[in-house]
């Protein structure tokens, strides 16, 4: 069992709406890192934390640590959006080992 | 110009054969990572380095090898290539203080056929 969970794997949507994608771990964790894969291929680092909400430009990341938990949220969605988000975990204190979720595929649908 | 470069960006190989696949990058990060990702599997670590004298073996090592040859240059060599390796590779760099975030290359798709 993959200690980073996403949900869910597959998510379409029309351009306009609200996208949220969860991320859940089974270990304590140091940071959470939200990337961004594009179609082709190359993957960009969205956020790092490690405790309450950061935001950029419509996209938000939430974190609860009591709870193993963090959100990706995309206000307006826009099909430029599509691409595959993936949540991965510094665990057990490590600050160099990530645990990779599988992603989950996201199309915005004009 | 991109932070982090990887070369060949595509590759077709045969079984048996040596390969490199190689990472350079401009960031000024120590720290230098090379993962694989599959279909339905998440990005798994391979190697890692945290300077030019430290090489550590990641969780899918078996069949790979690396050399640090400088602080901005790390590769990835397949000593024998066989089909299973066919995946899209992935080099990254972190910093060495408290930022923890990863920068990727644009990746490498290699096929061994």
């Known amino acids: 069992k993959n200690e980073v969970e996403q949900s869910p794997q597959n998510l379409t949507a029309q351009e306009g709406e609200f996208i949220t994608i969860n991320c859940s771990y089974s270990v304590g964790i140091s940071a959470l890192h939200w990337l961004q894969q594009h179609p082709g291929g190359g993957i960009v680092s969205l956020f790092m934390?490690?405790?309450g909400k950061k935001k950029h430009g419509r996209l938000i990341a939430t974190i609860n640590i009591q709870e193993k938990h963090s959100s990706l949220h995309i206000t307006a969605s826009h099909p430029r959006d599509s691409a595959v988000y993936i949540c991965?975990?510094?665990?057990?204190?490590?600050?160099?080992?990530?645990?990779f979720g599988k992603g989950t595929l996201l199309t915005v649908n004009p | 110009d991109a932070d982090v470069t990887q070369t060949p960006r595509n590759r077709i190989t045969k079984t048996g054969k040596r390969i490199m696949l190689e990472c350079s990058q401009t960031?000024?990060?120590?720290?230098m990572y090379w993962y694989r990702q599959d279909p339905g599997l998440g990005l798994r670590l391979i190697y890692y380095?945290?300077?030019?004298?430290?090489?550590n073996k990641g969780e899918i090592s078996d069949g790979y090898s690396v050399s640090r040859q400088a602080q901005a240059k790390f590769s990835l060599s397949l000593e024998s290539a066989i089909p299973n390796q066919t995946a899209l590779y992935f080099c990254?760099?972190?910093?060495?203080?408290?930022?923890?975030?990863?920068?990727f290359g644009p990746g490498t798709r290699l096929l061994v056929l």
């Open positions: 934390l490690s405790s």
């Open positions: 960031k000024g990060h120590d720290r």
């Open positions: 380095s945290f300077d030019v004298k430290d090489i």
């Open positions: 990254a760099t972190s910093d060495l203080g408290t930022e923890k975030t990863q920068y």
């Open positions: 991965a975990a510094y665990s057990g204190g490590s600050n160099y080992k990530l645990t």
